[in-house]
């Protein structure tokens, strides 16, 4: 498998480990850039049909936990007949391996740790529902920074309905089984509390409370013997603590923990005081703690009643078989005589049942002496209990008494929504389609998130919806860029007020000279105008300076007609020049004085003479000195 590439994107690393059912390695993803860990099923299981349906289910319903002490799953998938999951890659080691490195048990402090986080895994995971089946020590991790990551969720509940014996796993697993799961009973979340009650007693001790020879040997254990508590084991385990793991580890489900938060609870009020524990007598269980010299001698008498119970099994079954076989023989012509003579089954013509409730289907055939079986359950749109199909259909011709099995609507497929807030959206897209739903991708501006990062989403985490919905993914494009201002032909002060107005922030000037235009007047941008720029961003501006030799002032005569109106007149005179208005000469004359000879003096280039009689502008003129 080194160097395969799985889904045209997860190219294999290396080996990592192998389990009873898969084995993992350590992949990279082309597509993200990142390291991943993928767990591959072994052959025997993909073979399986209707294993490998159950397992893209459970790891898909896993897939929607998202909580920093699960190991997140981020796809699944088959390529031929391979089927993998593809998870979140953790430095470090399972606490299986933390404990047999230890080489005994550990601290009692960091053993609490460890199970107050697998408590808050737990606590997620049963509040969506969603039940880990199989909590060991090889299913736990421990970073080197000693956060807790759990992992497997669903592959657990995918293998109890599997025909296929992995018999070394299965005894790994046994010692941690709760006794409803030996008896083969209903599981609910406080299995997974038991389970977690025998980590904390290794952890605790070094050792689990329970071994034997094989799977059923552990398992009988578990539902007949009693454990001895921690502190037989370990001296420095208080006797707080003892209660704390009995009654995680209880028989009976009911005097357990009911809750993986009431465990945390009890596992903090340890931490802060453990003399606040109060524990009824019924809730703990006294455990019998059996003296070491009478062990032997019992598992001596245990030895002799064991092949004396076999030997006396051997007698019986073969009396039993002869019997029954002596019986059979006696009755097997009167039987067939019988069934040929007197129980001839009439036909019946099967009714039509689709579409009818199961409770109108199951009357239809029971009014026409049929049985009816459930076959399947599918999700459609009809309403939950709908017969959808029948098998005969209608009109078949059978037996009074035949069975007509018919599947059933599981009423519309509802998701419970993930939370992909703060993902690549690329991995929330591939979150969403693995549990049934659409992307939609909506891109805006977003200071405060990195680009192509999903920071908002609708519906939001843990709403119901139904299968196929779309999900509005609000993915971020960076910050908003700031539009580019037109700052030409301004001076370099304003164009500056105009630059950090916009966000943005003024550059290099560089000085060009020029006689066409005044001195500080910017001639060109960098950027142009109304273009998008990252905010914060230097601008370089080009901006007007007179030339040295410009400066030399030059002095012309200028020849002014007066207006003809009687009396006096004031005359002002000026030059504008390099974006300065001067006076040059202010005097009173009459229309006699005219034509009036001014001499004006201003620098090198081009200037506009002013002339103003009284106080208004009485002509303009552009002239070069």
Same mark, same amino acid.
């Given at each position: 498998m080194i160097g395969r590439i799985l889904g045209n994107r997860y190219e294999i690393l290396e080996k990592i480990g192998e389990g009873g059912m898969a084995k993992?390695?350590?992949?990279?993803?082309?597509?993200?850039?990142?390291?991943?860990?993928?767990?591959?099923?072994?052959?025997?299981?993909?073979?399986?049909?209707d294993f490998v349906k159950k397992f893209r289910r459970e790891s898909q319903a896993a897939a929607s936990l998202s909580h920093p002490n699960i190991v997140s799953i981020y796809d699944v998938g088959q390529e031929g007949d391979i089927y993998y999951i593809v998870m979140e890659y953790v430095k470090g080691r399972t606490l299986k391996k933390l404990i047999s490195?230890?080489?005994?048990?550990?601290?009692v402090g960091r053993a609490i740790e460890i199970a107050r986080q697998v408590c808050k895994a737990l606590?997620?995971?049963?509040?969506?529902?969603?039940?880990?089946?199989?909590?060991?020590?090889?299913?736990?991790?421990?970073?080197?920074?000693?956060?807790?990551?759990?992992?497997?969720?669903?592959?657990?509940?995918?293998?109890?309905?599997?025909?296929?014996?992995y018999t070394g796993d299965v005894v790994g697993t046994a010692y941690y089984f709760s006794p409803e799961q030996a008896r083969g009973g209903i599981v609910d979340e406080r299995t997974d509390i038991y389970s977690l009650g025998i980590v904390l007693y290794e952890m605790l001790t070094g050792k689990v409370p329970f071994e034997g020879d094989s799977p059923i040997s552990v398992a009988l254990k578990h539902i007949q013997e009693d454990i001895i508590p921690p502190s037989k084991l370990n001296d420095k385990v208080p006797k707080e603590l003892d209660q704390i793991v009995l009654k995680a580890t209880q028989k009976d489900v009911n005097l357990r923990y009911q809750t993986a938060a009431d465990f945390l609870k009890d596992l903090d009020t340890f931490l802060r005081n453990p003399k606040e524990l109060n524990f009824k007598e019924e809730e703990i269980t006294k455990t019998r703690v059996i003296p070491s010299k009478d062990?032997?001698?019992?598992?001596?008498?245990?030895?002799?009643?064991?092949?004396?119970?076999?030997?006396?099994?051997?007698?019986?079954?073969?009396?039993?078989?002869?019997?029954?076989?002596?019986?059979?023989?006696?009755?097997? @012509?009167? $039987?067939?005589?019988? #069934?040929?003579?007197?129980?001839?089954?009439?036909?019946?013509?099967? +009714? %039509? *049942? /689709?579409g009818s409730s199961l409770n109108q289907a199951s009357k239809i055939l029971s009014d026409h002496n049929l049985k009816m079986e459930i076959s399947e359950e599918r999700y459609s749109d009809k309403p939950?209990?709908?017969?959808?199909?029948?098998?005969?259909?209608?009109?078949s011709v059978v037996k009074a008494g035949s069975t007509v099995y018919v599947v059933i609507s599981k009423g519309k497929q509802v998701?419970?929504?993930?939370?992909?807030?703060?993902?690549?959206?690329?991995?929330?897209?591939?979150?969403?389609?693995?549990?049934?739903?659409?992307?939609?991708?909506?891109?805006?501006?977003?200071?405060?998130?990195?680009?192509?990062?999903?920071?908002?989403?609708?519906?939001?985490?843990?709403?119901?919806?139904? @299968?196929? $919905?779309?999900?509005? #993914?609000?993915?971020?494009?960076?910050?908003?860029?700031?539009?580019? +201002? %037109? *700052? /030409?032909?301004?001076?370099?002060?304003?164009a500056t007020t105009a630059l950090e107005n916009a966000g943005l922030k003024l550059g290099k000037v560089i000085y060009k000279e020029t006689t066409d235009v005044p001195e500080n007047i910017v001639l060109e941008q960098s950027v142009?105008?109304?273009?998008?720029?990252?905010?914060?961003?230097?601008?370089?501006?080009?901006?007007?300076?007179?030339?040295?030799?410009?400066?030399?002032?030059?002095?012309?005569?200028?020849?002014?007609?007066?207006?003809?109106?009687?009396?006096?007149?004031?005359?002002?005179?000026?030059?504008?020049?390099?974006?300065?208005?001067?006076?040059?000469?202010?005097?009173?004359?009459?229309?006699?004085?005219?034509?009036?000879?001014v001499p004006v003096t201003a620098y090198k280039g081009k200037a506009t003479l002013e002339v103003d009689i009284d106080g208004q502008v009485y002509s303009t003129v552009e002239a070069r000195f």
């Amino acid at each position: 498998m080194i160097g395969r590439i799985l889904g045209n994107r997860y190219e294999i690393l290396e080996k990592i480990g192998e389990g009873g059912m898969a084995k993992v390695y350590k992949a990279k993803c082309h597509l993200l850039n990142r390291i991943v860990a993928i767990k591959i099923l072994r052959p025997e299981f993909a073979a399986d049909e209707d294993f490998v349906k159950k397992f893209r289910r459970e790891s898909q319903a896993a897939a929607s936990l998202s909580h920093p002490n699960i190991v997140s799953i981020y796809d699944v998938g088959q390529e031929g007949d391979i089927y993998y999951i593809v998870m979140e890659y953790v430095k470090g080691r399972t606490l299986k391996k933390l404990i047999s490195e230890n080489g005994g048990p550990l601290e009692v402090g960091r053993a609490i740790e460890i199970a107050r986080q697998v408590c808050k895994a737990l606590d997620h995971a049963h509040r969506n529902r969603i039940i880990h089946r199989d909590i060991k020590p090889q299913n736990i991790l421990v970073t080197d920074d000693d956060v807790v990551k759990v992992t497997d969720f669903g592959i657990a509940r995918a293998a109890n309905g599997s025909t296929i014996t992995y018999t070394g796993d299965v005894v790994g697993t046994a010692y941690y089984f709760s006794p409803e799961q030996a008896r083969g009973g209903i599981v609910d979340e406080r299995t997974d509390i038991y389970s977690l009650g025998i980590v904390l007693y290794e952890m605790l001790t070094g050792k689990v409370p329970f071994e034997g020879d094989s799977p059923i040997s552990v398992a009988l254990k578990h539902i007949q013997e009693d454990i001895i508590p921690p502190s037989k084991l370990n001296d420095k385990v208080p006797k707080e603590l003892d209660q704390i793991v009995l009654k995680a580890t209880q028989k009976d489900v009911n005097l357990r923990y009911q809750t993986a938060a009431d465990f945390l609870k009890d596992l903090d009020t340890f931490l802060r005081n453990p003399k606040e524990l109060n524990f009824k007598e019924e809730e703990i269980t006294k455990t019998r703690v059996i003296p070491s010299k009478d062990v032997e001698e019992l598992k001596r008498a245990a030895q002799r009643k064991e092949k004396e119970k076999k030997r006396r099994n051997v007698i019986k079954r073969i009396a039993t078989v002869l019997l029954i076989l002596l019986l059979l023989a006696s009755l097997a @012509y009167g $039987t067939m005589y019988v #069934l040929n003579n007197f129980f001839k089954v009439s036909d019946v013509v099967v +009714p %039509n *049942v /689709v579409g009818s409730s199961l409770n109108q289907a199951s009357k239809i055939l029971s009014d026409h002496n049929l049985k009816m079986e459930i076959s399947e359950e599918r999700y459609s749109d009809k309403p939950e209990n709908t017969i959808l199909s029948q098998d005969p259909p209608q009109g078949s011709v059978v037996k009074a008494g035949s069975t007509v099995y018919v599947v059933i609507s599981k009423g519309k497929q509802v998701v419970v929504v993930p939370n992909v807030i703060n993902k690549d959206y690329l991995e929330a897209k591939n979150i969403l389609e693995n549990m049934g739903l659409k992307a939609n991708i909506i891109e805006q501006y977003n200071d405060q998130f990195p680009k192509e990062y999903v920071f908002d989403q609708n519906p939001r985490q843990g709403v119901q919806v139904e @299968y196929n $919905t779309v999900i509005d #993914l609000y993915v971020s494009k960076g910050p908003q860029p700031a539009i580019m +201002p %037109n *700052v /030409v032909n301004m001076t370099l002060e304003e164009a500056t007020t105009a630059l950090e107005n916009a966000g943005l922030k003024l550059g290099k000037v560089i000085y060009k000279e020029t006689t066409d235009v005044p001195e500080n007047i910017v001639l060109e941008q960098s950027v142009p105008p109304n273009s998008e720029v990252q905010k914060g961003s230097p601008i370089d501006l080009i901006v007007s300076k007179m030339p040295q030799d410009s400066l030399q002032q030059q002095t012309k005569n200028v020849i002014i007609k007066l207006p003809d109106k009687p009396g006096t007149m004031k005359v002002d005179v000026y030059v504008i020049q390099n974006g300065q208005k001067n006076l040059v000469y202010s005097a009173e004359h009459t229309y006699q004085d005219s034509p009036l000879t001014v001499p004006v003096t201003a620098y090198k280039g081009k200037a506009t003479l002013e002339v103003d009689i009284d106080g208004q502008v009485y002509s303009t003129v552009e002239a070069r000195f």
